[in-house]
């Protein structure tokens, strides 16, 4: 059951509240200075089953994973959307498509269907780079997160409480330094924005309606890695199965420095906006690869 009109207040309910983490979830406190730390508030961060971890090419279960099946992505936004500086990240919440929906995955890990609910990133500073996940023993500059929520769960909270609740496509960033970079039109908006949102809690409207899938480019959706995490921000919910794609985009040398410019709440620039390596513990990851699939078919 839906109810649009609660939904509404608690969105806006959530836009006045002083402090609001990347993925609508009112927030106690917490800073990057010190992420050994949160878990003194937030028990979970100390828990299992947590992310980002280290993923290696040659620790990796090489199976014959189902491909993802994306929905409505190709699909407009009914309306603009709302890029935040939230004092942690710069996000946007995902709004229905032109035909009323939001866009889903389903595929991979997931046994069920998941709704685009957040989109996020995570980035370094000029003297060291931000991804979140490890790649074959390199951090990157960039991390993009699109957030879904199981479509079985009508809250956020109720989607955190479960392991199967959440489901987020990781794509990692690269900078490159030679030629003029061609991006979809997503990511050009989005890198765009960054130069109105250098103020914490500031907003702004890319005026043109892009599509979920204009962020994705040409990426090689059929090679990722899945594994079973959490949230990489408090309150740490192991609640997400991870898909971290294996090809890394390419991201301007023009448009990295657009995320250093950002400022947090205090008014101080807002870097270094990942979480440490966390132990894999005897955790799974396994490697999806279109070629395992061929070996399948014979
Ligand atoms: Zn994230």
Redesign the pocket.
Known sequence: MHFPAFDDFYQRLLFLLPFAT?FGIPERSFTYNAPHEWKDTFPQCGGAEQSPIAISRHKVIPIGLPPLHFFRYDEPFDQLLSVHNNGH?VHFSVPTTVFGERPSVTGGLLQDFYEARDV?F?WGSQQSKGS?HLLNGRRYDL?M?IVHRNTKYISDEEARNNTDGLA?LAVLFKVVRTGPTFYQPGLNEIFGSLLHLGDFNSTYAPPVLITLESLLSNLDRGNFYSYKGSL??PPCSPAVLWHVFAEVLPISYQDLPKFWQLRNRQGRPLLNNFRPLQSQETRQIFHRRPADQQLLWL
């Open positions: 990347n990240t996020h995570h979140e991390e997160h987020v990489t921000t």
